[in-house]
Protein backbone atom coordinates (compact mmCIF):
# COMPACT_ATOMS: atom_id res chain seq x y z
CA UNK A 1 0.00 0.00 0.00
CA UNK A 2 1.45 3.37 -1.23
CA UNK A 3 -1.08 6.14 0.28
CA UNK A 4 -0.69 9.16 -1.36
CA UNK A 5 -0.36 12.72 0.41
CA UNK A 6 1.75 14.37 2.82
CA UNK A 7 2.14 13.01 6.41
CA UNK A 8 2.35 9.40 6.89
CA UNK A 9 2.68 8.12 10.33
CA UNK A 10 3.24 4.28 10.44
CA UNK A 11 0.73 2.35 13.10
CA UNK A 12 1.97 -0.45 16.19
CA UNK A 13 1.01 -2.89 14.01
CA UNK A 14 2.38 -1.19 10.70
CA UNK A 15 0.21 -0.04 8.92
CA UNK A 16 0.97 3.75 7.53
CA UNK A 17 -1.98 5.69 8.37
CA UNK A 18 -2.39 9.26 6.02
CA UNK A 19 -3.02 12.13 7.75
CA UNK A 20 -6.12 13.92 6.24
CA UNK A 21 -4.46 17.56 4.63
CA UNK A 22 -7.71 19.67 4.56
CA UNK A 23 -9.03 19.25 7.89
CA UNK A 24 -5.61 20.32 9.69
CA UNK A 25 -7.54 19.04 12.99
CA UNK A 26 -4.84 16.09 12.90
CA UNK A 27 -7.55 13.02 12.20
CA UNK A 28 -6.00 10.29 11.07
CA UNK A 29 -7.92 8.75 8.17
CA UNK A 30 -7.64 5.31 6.58
CA UNK A 31 -7.04 5.28 2.42
CA UNK A 32 -9.62 5.01 0.17
CA UNK A 33 -11.34 1.60 1.27
CA UNK A 34 -11.65 -0.76 -1.91
CA UNK A 35 -13.57 -4.23 -1.44
CA UNK A 36 -13.95 -7.31 -2.69
CA UNK A 37 -17.56 -8.39 -3.95
CA UNK A 38 -17.83 -12.23 -5.06
CA UNK A 39 -21.33 -13.17 -6.95
CA UNK A 40 -21.58 -16.99 -7.08
CA UNK A 41 -24.04 -17.57 -9.76
CA UNK A 42 -25.50 -20.87 -11.19
CA UNK A 43 -22.80 -21.36 -13.72
CA UNK A 44 -19.53 -18.90 -12.84
CA UNK A 45 -18.36 -17.49 -9.71
CA UNK A 46 -16.89 -14.26 -10.53
CA UNK A 47 -14.80 -12.23 -7.81
CA UNK A 48 -13.93 -8.44 -8.44
CA UNK A 49 -12.44 -5.31 -6.68
CA UNK A 50 -14.95 -2.40 -6.05
CA UNK A 51 -14.20 1.07 -5.28
CA UNK A 52 -16.28 3.08 -2.79
CA UNK A 53 -18.30 5.24 -6.14
CA UNK A 54 -19.06 1.29 -7.22
CA UNK A 55 -16.82 1.47 -9.91
CA UNK A 56 -15.54 -2.31 -11.04
CA UNK A 57 -11.64 -2.21 -10.64
CA UNK A 58 -10.63 -5.87 -11.59
CA UNK A 59 -12.61 -9.18 -12.03
CA UNK A 60 -11.86 -12.54 -12.41
CA UNK A 61 -14.16 -15.54 -12.75
CA UNK A 62 -14.32 -19.42 -12.23
CA UNK A 63 -16.86 -22.24 -13.27
CA UNK A 64 -19.17 -22.44 -10.23
CA UNK A 65 -18.61 -25.98 -8.87
CA UNK A 66 -21.24 -28.91 -9.02
CA UNK A 67 -23.92 -29.30 -6.65
CA UNK A 68 -22.42 -32.71 -5.58
CA UNK A 69 -19.24 -31.45 -4.54
CA UNK A 70 -18.38 -30.80 -0.97
CA UNK A 71 -19.06 -27.21 0.68
CA UNK A 72 -14.97 -26.77 0.80
CA UNK A 73 -14.88 -26.81 -2.88
CA UNK A 74 -16.79 -24.13 -3.24
CA UNK A 75 -15.18 -22.39 -0.34
CA UNK A 76 -11.73 -23.14 -2.25
CA UNK A 77 -12.90 -21.85 -5.03
CA UNK A 78 -13.91 -18.53 -3.76
CA UNK A 79 -10.45 -18.01 -2.09
CA UNK A 80 -8.48 -18.94 -5.29
CA UNK A 81 -10.29 -16.39 -6.99
CA UNK A 82 -10.09 -13.69 -4.04
CA UNK A 83 -5.94 -13.85 -2.82
CA UNK A 84 -4.77 -12.95 -6.61
CA UNK A 85 -6.80 -9.93 -5.50
CA UNK A 86 -5.89 -9.40 -2.45
CA UNK A 87 -2.15 -9.33 -3.78
CA UNK A 88 -2.37 -6.80 -6.28
CA UNK A 89 -5.08 -4.33 -3.94
CA UNK A 90 -5.24 -3.64 -0.49
CA UNK A 91 -8.42 -5.25 0.22
CA UNK A 92 -10.39 -4.39 3.73
CA UNK A 93 -13.38 -6.77 3.76
CA UNK A 94 -15.29 -9.28 1.49
CA UNK A 95 -18.27 -9.55 0.58
CA UNK A 96 -19.80 -13.14 -0.67
CA UNK A 97 -23.49 -12.69 -2.73
CA UNK A 98 -25.21 -16.48 -3.25
CA UNK A 99 -28.37 -17.57 -4.42
CA UNK A 100 -30.75 -18.93 -1.06
CA UNK A 101 -31.39 -17.96 2.11
CA UNK A 102 -29.16 -16.31 4.00
CA UNK A 103 -29.45 -15.62 7.78
CA UNK A 104 -30.54 -12.76 9.23
CA UNK A 105 -26.91 -12.13 10.89
CA UNK A 106 -25.52 -12.30 7.57
CA UNK A 107 -23.20 -15.53 8.50
CA UNK A 108 -24.35 -18.91 7.68
CA UNK A 109 -26.37 -19.96 4.48
CA UNK A 110 -29.14 -21.97 5.29
CA UNK A 111 -30.03 -23.12 1.78
CA UNK A 112 -28.58 -22.75 -1.47
CA UNK A 113 -30.53 -23.66 -4.66
CA UNK A 114 -27.48 -24.71 -6.92
CA UNK A 115 -24.48 -25.45 -4.33
CA UNK A 116 -24.19 -28.11 -1.78
CA UNK A 117 -24.20 -25.72 0.79
CA UNK A 118 -26.59 -26.42 3.79
CA UNK A 119 -26.44 -24.26 7.27
CA UNK A 120 -23.06 -23.21 5.86
CA UNK A 121 -21.11 -21.28 8.60
CA UNK A 122 -19.64 -19.40 5.18
CA UNK A 123 -18.54 -16.23 7.35
CA UNK A 124 -16.43 -17.41 9.87
CA UNK A 125 -15.06 -19.75 7.50
CA UNK A 126 -14.12 -17.35 4.70
CA UNK A 127 -13.01 -14.85 7.42
CA UNK A 128 -10.36 -17.65 9.15
CA UNK A 129 -9.41 -18.22 5.12
CA UNK A 130 -8.93 -15.20 3.69
CA UNK A 131 -8.13 -12.88 7.28
CA UNK A 132 -10.35 -10.04 6.22
CA UNK A 133 -13.73 -9.66 7.64
CA UNK A 134 -16.38 -11.22 5.42
CA UNK A 135 -20.34 -10.68 5.07
CA UNK A 136 -22.54 -12.83 3.29
CA UNK A 137 -25.59 -11.75 1.24
CA UNK A 138 -28.55 -13.34 -0.50
CA UNK A 139 -27.48 -12.40 -4.09
CA UNK A 140 -31.11 -10.21 -4.71
CA UNK A 141 -30.27 -8.07 -2.03
CA UNK A 142 -26.77 -7.81 -2.92
CA UNK A 143 -28.07 -6.38 -6.81
CA UNK A 144 -30.84 -4.05 -4.92
CA UNK A 145 -28.31 -2.33 -3.15
CA UNK A 146 -26.11 -1.74 -5.60
CA UNK A 147 -29.08 -0.29 -7.71
CA UNK A 148 -30.34 1.82 -4.59
CA UNK A 149 -26.29 3.27 -4.41
CA UNK A 150 -24.93 3.12 -7.63
CA UNK A 151 -27.87 2.42 -10.36
CA UNK A 152 -31.19 3.29 -11.17
CA UNK A 153 -32.67 3.44 -8.30
CA UNK A 154 -30.22 6.33 -6.63
CA UNK A 155 -31.87 8.81 -4.51
CA UNK A 156 -35.12 6.14 -4.07
CA UNK A 157 -34.67 4.98 -0.54
CA UNK A 158 -37.96 3.07 -0.80
CA UNK A 159 -36.96 0.56 -3.33
CA UNK A 160 -37.95 -3.13 -5.02
CA UNK A 161 -35.98 -5.05 -7.02
CA UNK A 162 -36.58 -7.49 -8.99
CA UNK A 163 -34.29 -9.49 -10.70
CA UNK A 164 -35.89 -11.77 -13.75
CA UNK A 165 -33.68 -14.25 -14.33
CA UNK A 166 -34.30 -18.66 -14.96
CA UNK A 167 -36.69 -17.22 -11.83
CA UNK A 168 -37.42 -14.67 -9.65
CA UNK A 169 -34.84 -12.86 -7.15
CA UNK A 170 -36.56 -9.75 -5.12
CA UNK A 171 -34.61 -7.65 -2.96
CA UNK A 172 -36.49 -4.54 -1.02
CA UNK A 173 -34.93 -1.73 1.46
CA UNK A 174 -37.30 0.76 3.32
CA UNK A 175 -35.78 4.25 4.15
CA UNK A 176 -32.56 2.90 2.56
CA UNK A 177 -32.23 -0.29 4.91
CA UNK A 178 -32.62 -3.40 3.14
CA UNK A 179 -35.22 -5.52 4.89
CA UNK A 180 -34.09 -9.31 5.49
CA UNK A 181 -37.21 -10.34 7.39
CA UNK A 182 -36.67 -12.00 11.34
CA UNK A 183 -35.25 -15.04 9.49
CA UNK A 184 -33.27 -13.48 6.57
CA UNK A 185 -35.54 -14.94 3.48
CA UNK A 186 -37.75 -11.81 2.98
CA UNK A 187 -37.94 -10.82 -0.51
CA UNK A 188 -38.95 -14.80 -1.89
CA UNK A 189 -41.36 -12.72 -4.90
CA UNK A 190 -41.08 -15.50 -7.40
CA UNK A 191 -42.97 -17.76 -5.06
CA UNK A 192 -46.11 -15.59 -4.16
CA UNK A 193 -49.37 -17.60 -5.77
CA UNK A 194 -50.63 -15.20 -8.40
CA UNK A 195 -52.59 -18.21 -9.98
CA UNK A 196 -54.12 -20.71 -7.68
CA UNK A 197 -53.67 -24.23 -9.27
CA UNK A 198 -51.63 -22.80 -12.36
CA UNK A 199 -48.18 -24.16 -13.50
CA UNK A 200 -46.06 -26.52 -10.70
CA UNK A 201 -43.12 -24.69 -9.18
CA UNK A 202 -39.94 -26.40 -8.34
CA UNK A 203 -40.77 -24.75 -4.93
CA UNK A 204 -43.33 -27.70 -4.85
CA UNK A 205 -46.45 -25.49 -4.70
CA UNK A 206 -48.62 -24.49 -7.79
CA UNK A 207 -49.25 -20.98 -9.56
CA UNK A 208 -46.11 -19.27 -8.64
CA UNK A 209 -45.05 -15.42 -9.88
CA UNK A 210 -41.98 -16.87 -10.97
CA UNK A 211 -43.67 -19.82 -13.24
CA UNK A 212 -45.45 -16.92 -15.36
CA UNK A 213 -43.24 -13.85 -14.98
CA UNK A 214 -39.76 -15.42 -15.55
CA UNK A 215 -37.53 -16.01 -18.38
CA UNK A 216 -38.78 -19.90 -17.85
CA UNK A 217 -41.55 -18.94 -18.31
CA UNK A 218 -40.83 -16.79 -21.72
CA UNK A 219 -39.34 -19.82 -23.35
CA UNK A 220 -42.52 -22.38 -21.77
CA UNK A 221 -44.96 -19.91 -23.80
CA UNK A 222 -42.86 -20.32 -26.99
CA UNK A 223 -42.29 -23.81 -27.06
CA UNK A 224 -45.68 -24.31 -26.51
CA UNK A 225 -46.74 -22.14 -29.28
CA UNK A 226 -44.47 -24.07 -31.59
CA UNK A 227 -46.56 -26.88 -30.73
CA UNK A 228 -49.64 -25.57 -30.96
CA UNK A 229 -48.34 -25.53 -34.55
CA UNK A 230 -49.37 -21.65 -34.61
CA UNK A 231 -48.28 -20.29 -37.98
CA UNK A 232 -47.69 -17.62 -34.88
CA UNK A 233 -44.74 -19.01 -34.44
CA UNK A 234 -42.84 -19.26 -37.64
CA UNK A 235 -40.31 -16.25 -37.07
CA UNK A 236 -39.45 -18.23 -33.42
CA UNK A 237 -39.31 -21.60 -35.44
CA UNK A 238 -36.86 -20.16 -38.73
CA UNK A 239 -34.50 -18.59 -35.93
CA UNK A 240 -34.10 -22.03 -34.32
CA UNK A 241 -34.01 -23.87 -37.62
CA UNK A 242 -37.24 -26.04 -36.59
CA UNK A 243 -35.63 -27.50 -33.08
CA UNK A 244 -37.92 -25.65 -30.16
CA UNK A 245 -35.50 -27.58 -27.80
CA UNK A 246 -32.69 -24.61 -28.51
CA UNK A 247 -35.25 -21.55 -27.99
CA UNK A 248 -33.68 -19.32 -25.16
CA UNK A 249 -35.12 -15.88 -23.55
CA UNK A 250 -32.63 -14.00 -25.48
CA UNK A 251 -33.35 -15.30 -28.52
CA UNK A 252 -36.92 -14.42 -27.97
CA UNK A 253 -35.87 -10.74 -27.38
CA UNK A 254 -33.53 -10.75 -30.13
CA UNK A 255 -36.72 -11.60 -32.41
CA UNK A 256 -39.25 -9.43 -30.83
CA UNK A 257 -36.24 -6.49 -31.13
CA UNK A 258 -36.53 -7.38 -35.07
CA UNK A 259 -40.19 -6.97 -35.07
CA UNK A 260 -42.14 -10.46 -34.73
CA UNK A 261 -45.81 -10.34 -33.61
CA UNK A 262 -45.54 -13.71 -31.60
CA UNK A 263 -42.36 -12.81 -29.90
CA UNK A 264 -44.14 -9.51 -28.96
CA UNK A 265 -46.65 -10.81 -27.62
CA UNK A 266 -44.46 -13.73 -25.29
CA UNK A 267 -42.81 -10.77 -24.10
CA UNK A 268 -46.03 -8.45 -23.45
CA UNK A 269 -47.72 -11.80 -21.88
CA UNK A 270 -44.99 -11.76 -19.23
CA UNK A 271 -45.10 -8.37 -19.17
CA UNK A 272 -48.58 -8.72 -18.09
CA UNK A 273 -47.53 -10.94 -15.46
CA UNK A 274 -45.08 -8.71 -14.29
CA UNK A 275 -47.40 -6.21 -13.61
CA UNK A 276 -49.95 -8.10 -11.65
CA UNK A 277 -47.22 -9.35 -9.56
CA UNK A 278 -45.71 -5.78 -9.02
CA UNK A 279 -49.06 -4.51 -7.97
CA UNK A 280 -49.61 -7.08 -4.98
CA UNK A 281 -45.92 -5.85 -4.11
CA UNK A 282 -47.08 -1.90 -4.38
CA UNK A 283 -50.55 -3.43 -2.53
CA UNK A 284 -47.98 -4.44 0.81
CA UNK A 285 -44.93 -2.34 0.76
CA UNK A 286 -45.60 1.06 -1.21
CA UNK A 287 -42.16 1.59 -2.23
CA UNK A 288 -41.20 4.86 -4.76
CA UNK A 289 -39.38 2.31 -7.47
CA UNK A 290 -39.16 -0.63 -9.23
CA UNK A 291 -35.88 -1.40 -10.25
CA UNK A 292 -36.13 -4.46 -12.90
CA UNK A 293 -32.98 -6.45 -13.24
CA UNK A 294 -32.06 -9.77 -15.08
CA UNK A 295 -31.87 -11.41 -18.45
CA UNK A 296 -35.55 -10.82 -18.97
CA UNK A 297 -35.30 -7.17 -18.49
CA UNK A 298 -33.17 -6.62 -21.84
CA UNK A 299 -35.85 -6.61 -23.83
CA UNK A 300 -36.73 -2.64 -22.14
CA UNK A 301 -39.76 -1.29 -23.00
CA UNK A 302 -41.28 -4.69 -24.66
CA UNK A 303 -41.03 -5.52 -21.21
CA UNK A 304 -41.62 -3.00 -19.08
CA UNK A 305 -44.41 -1.17 -21.42
CA UNK A 306 -46.76 -3.89 -20.93
CA UNK A 307 -46.20 -4.31 -17.09
CA UNK A 308 -46.81 -0.52 -16.70
CA UNK A 309 -50.22 -0.88 -18.12
CA UNK A 310 -51.28 -4.30 -16.03
CA UNK A 311 -49.60 -2.32 -12.94
CA UNK A 312 -51.66 0.39 -13.82
CA UNK A 313 -54.75 -1.69 -14.29
CA UNK A 314 -54.38 -3.87 -10.84
CA UNK A 315 -52.54 -1.07 -8.46
CA UNK A 316 -54.66 -1.02 -5.00
CA UNK A 317 -56.47 2.83 -4.96
CA UNK A 318 -55.08 3.25 -8.26
CA UNK A 319 -56.57 7.23 -9.25
CA UNK A 320 -56.45 8.16 -5.61
CA UNK A 321 -52.32 7.60 -4.96
CA UNK A 322 -49.31 8.25 -6.52
CA UNK A 323 -47.91 5.44 -8.65
CA UNK A 324 -44.21 3.53 -8.24
CA UNK A 325 -41.86 4.27 -11.41
CA UNK A 326 -41.00 0.99 -12.81
CA UNK A 327 -38.10 1.16 -14.42
CA UNK A 328 -34.99 -1.11 -16.16
CA UNK A 329 -31.69 -1.93 -13.75
CA UNK A 330 -28.46 0.04 -14.85
CA UNK A 331 -25.90 -2.27 -13.50
CA UNK A 332 -26.63 -5.61 -15.53
CA UNK A 333 -24.64 -8.68 -14.09
CA UNK A 334 -22.33 -6.43 -11.71
CA UNK A 335 -24.86 -5.75 -9.43
CA UNK A 336 -24.77 -8.34 -7.11
CA UNK A 337 -21.27 -8.24 -6.96
CA UNK A 338 -20.71 -4.54 -6.62
CA UNK A 339 -23.64 -4.78 -3.69
CA UNK A 340 -21.82 -7.32 -1.86
CA UNK A 341 -18.66 -5.39 -2.09
CA UNK A 342 -20.52 -2.46 -0.68
CA UNK A 343 -22.29 -3.93 2.05
CA UNK A 344 -18.59 -5.16 2.76
CA UNK A 345 -17.11 -1.51 3.09
CA UNK A 346 -19.80 -0.92 5.69
CA UNK A 347 -18.55 -3.71 7.70
CA UNK A 348 -14.93 -2.87 6.85
CA UNK A 349 -15.58 0.92 7.92
CA UNK A 350 -16.59 -0.39 11.27
CA UNK A 351 -13.46 -2.83 11.58
CA UNK A 352 -11.13 0.74 10.04
CA UNK A 353 -12.99 3.00 13.29
CA UNK A 354 -11.92 0.47 15.94
CA UNK A 355 -8.87 0.52 14.42
CA UNK A 356 -8.41 4.33 14.09
CA UNK A 357 -10.00 4.87 17.62
CA UNK A 358 -6.64 2.29 19.18
CA UNK A 359 -4.23 4.29 17.27
CA UNK A 360 -5.61 7.68 18.62
CA UNK A 361 -5.46 6.31 21.98
CA UNK A 362 -2.00 4.96 21.36
CA UNK A 363 -0.98 8.01 20.12
CA UNK A 364 -3.07 10.20 22.95
CA UNK A 365 -3.53 7.81 25.67
CA UNK A 366 -5.85 10.73 27.72
CA UNK A 367 -8.52 10.62 24.78
CA UNK A 368 -11.27 8.04 25.38
ZN1 LIG B 1 -42.69 -21.57 -6.18
Redesign the pocket.
Known sequence: MNPVGASVSTGGNGTPWRREPRTGSGVLTLPPLLTVGVDIGGTKVAAGVVTPQGQLLECVKADTPHLSQSPQVVEDTITELVQPLMRRHEIYAVGIGAAGFVDSARSSVLFAPHLSWRNEPLREVMSQRLRVPVVVENDANAAAWAEWRFGAGRGEGHLVCVTLGTGIGGGVLVDGALQRGRYGVAGEF??MQVAPGGHR?????RG?W??YASGNALVREGRELALAKSPMAHGLLRRVEGDMSRLTGPLVTEVAAAGDQAAVELLADVGDWLGIGLANIAAALDPGIFVIGGGVSDAGELLLGPARESFRRKLTGRGFRPEARIVRAELGNDAGLIGSADLARQVARRFGRSRRQRQRRRTNPRER
Open positions: GHCECGNCEQ
